[in-house]
């Protein structure tokens, strides 16, 4: 199995800075393409910023110079650093992973999910 566990949410003041990681875990064969969704109270969950294992990064209008999005791939890690924050920036912050991995004895391409972390922008 794989366990994407994130990191580095919490209470910040506007315009301040946070920066989130996700590990990925388990029986790894390789990740593809990496992202990070957020859902506000009330709102559907929603893409934030997108990796390919290439590198090749999109984001959200929304966040655009302001948000980046990077990965390590020799630790299985993908970051969000988010400057400028606003208070519309405030969400549960999940980490979203197509995995390559061994399921038992059968090699497996799937989506995983992490469980998500809050981010709170105070004005």
């Known amino acids: 199995q794989v366990q994407l566990v994130e990191s580095g949410g919490g209470l910040v003041q506007a315009g301040g800075s946070l920066r989130l990681s996700c590990a990925a875990s388990?029986?790894?064969?390789?990740?593809?393409?990496m992202g990070w969704y957020r859902r506000a109270p009330g709102n559907q969950r929603e893409l934030v910023a997108h990796?390919?294992?290439?590198?090749?990064?999109n984001y959200a209008d929304s966040v655009k110079g302001r948000f980046t999005i990077s990965r390590d791939n020799a630790k299985n890690t993908v970051y969000l650093q988010m400057n400028s924050l606003k208070r519309e920036d405030t969400a549960v912050y999940y980490c979203?992973?197509?995995?390559?991995?061994?399921?038992?004895?059968?090699?497996?391409?799937?989506?995983?999910w992490g469980q998500g972390t809050q981010v709170t922008v105070s004005s």
């Open positions: 979203n992973a197509v995995v390559s991995s061994v399921v038992v004895t059968t090699l497996t391409t799937r989506a995983y």
């Open positions: 990796i390919t294992s290439g590198g090749s990064t």
């Open positions: 388990g029986s790894i064969i390789s990740i593809n393409a």
